[in-house]
């Protein structure tokens, strides 16, 4: 086991609202809320959450979880010219509660400065951890594992306590793969470096412990863009260390249900060219470097759910009679059905009919169709 680490170098960010009167609810709330949570995983009942935002067509989520899209550091332009959110800001939450007690976290991308590269006057205007034009949090580069400790947590867990790292992998493979992604459309990647780490997490937050898995790459593009790097593609998945292993295959269902909205990567790739960082093109040679960004971006998140998910079985393969298409999904349940209307409904009973559900009213009104397993594809 690798030693613990304190997360309270954060604490003047900008980010950080453990001080907040957000947060001082929030911690009066957890000394009252501290039961363990559960998830229904007989059956596990899905539903299709579409357009939700945060650069998502469609996404599935369990009966009564929550979908909150927000962003990251909200004194910055990030909405684009229709009034959507930036994907690289968006800060994506899918949970059992307001509480995040059982949940999958895609963060945004943390842009920052290190301080090495400011000019002396703004050494002493902008100290560590402040916002350099309103934009950039200063920080020196720092390793991912490091990034977890001094970023992510004050972010996204400032109130947890008694940190400690149990597993920390290096995946080079998973960081090659981003630069390869990066390159489609930023051909001044070549001149960075990318590390990505995978770290197993065990903590304590209103006293039930929990255990999560963080996937997250480091961008180093200092020599290239004059002392700025990035923290990117961070995804968290957490729940009770008392249940984890238990409820990672509906966890893992919800990270595959993901699918990414292709407009805005067309949006993206033509906001790029606008601004000169791509030369210019057809449209339908910029329809096709898009369907190629989708492509790759869908692919690093298959690799990232093998790295997020390293402990579940290999995934089955399943026949969408729906869609007349393969799907993949996790081996946990003996059955599965698919709604017309994006409805999934797992299950280990025979007798089980999600057509009779009379609840909640998403899949009342959808119409199931078993989704055969395909024997020998994997």
């Known amino acids: 086991m690798i030693e613990s680490k304190s997360c309270k170098s954060c604490a003047r960010l900008s980010i950080s609202w453990a001080n907040s009167v957000f947060g001082a609810f929030l911690i009066f709330a957890f000394s009252i809320y501290s039961t363990e949570p559960t998830l229904n995983m007989e059956p596990l009942r899905l539903v299709k959450r579409t357009n939700p935002g945060c650069c998502l067509s469609s996404v599935l989520i369990p009966v009564g979880w929550e979908l909150e899209c927000g962003s990251f550091l909200y004194n910055v332009d990030v909405w684009d010219t229709v009034g959507r959110l930036r994907c690289s800001v968006a800060d994506l939450r899918i949970s059992n509660d307001l509480f995040d007690r059982i949940s999958i976290r895609f963060l945004p991308d943390f842009q920052l400065i290190d301080p090495d590269w400011l000019s002396p006057a703004d050494k002493i205007q902008y100290p560590p951890g402040s916002v350099y034009k309103d934009r950039y949090v200063v920080y020196k580069h720092m390793s991912p594992n490091d990034f977890v400790y001094n970023m992510i947590f004050p972010y996204s867990r400032p109130m947890t306590s008694y940190v400690r790292t149990e597993v920390d992998d290096l995946l080079f493979g998973l960081a090659n793969e981003f630069r390869d992604c990066e390159l489609r459309l930023n051909p001044g990647a070549t001149k960075y470096e990318y590390r990505c780490e995978g770290l197993f997490v065990k903590y304590f937050e209103a006293d039930v412990e929990y255990l999560e898995r963080i996937v997250v790459v480091v961008e180093d593009s200092r020599e290239a863009t004059g002392g700025y790097w990035s923290g990117r593609s961070g995804?968290?998945?957490?729940?009770?260390?008392?249940?984890?292993?238990?409820?990672?295959?509906?966890?893992?269902?919800?990270?595959?249900?993901?699918?990414?909205d292709s407009a805005m990567i067309l949006e993206e790739l033509e906001d790029r060219i606008a601004k000169g960082f791509l030369d210019s093109m057809p449209q339908s040679a910029a329809l096709e470097l898009a369907r190629l960004v989708k492509l790759d971006r869908d692919s690093f998140r298959m690799s990232m759910f093998k790295s997020l998910f390293i402990t579940l079985d290999q995934l089955v393969d399943f026949y969408n009679p729906i869609d007349d298409r393969i799907i993949s999904g996790t081996n946990r349940w003996e059955h599965r059905w698919l709604g017309r209307n994006g409805s999934v409904v797992l299950s280990d009973s025979s007798n089980f009919n999600p057509n009779t559900l009379t609840s909640p009213p998403e899949l009342k009104n959808d119409s199931f169709m078993v989704a055969p397993r395909i024997i020998g594809r994997r």
Do not use: G, N
Request: charged share 25%; net charge negative.
């Open 235 to 260: 995804i968290m998945v957490r729940a009770p260390v008392s249940d984890y292993e238990r409820l990672l295959p509906a966890l893992a269902e919800i990270f595959l249900s993901v699918e990414s």
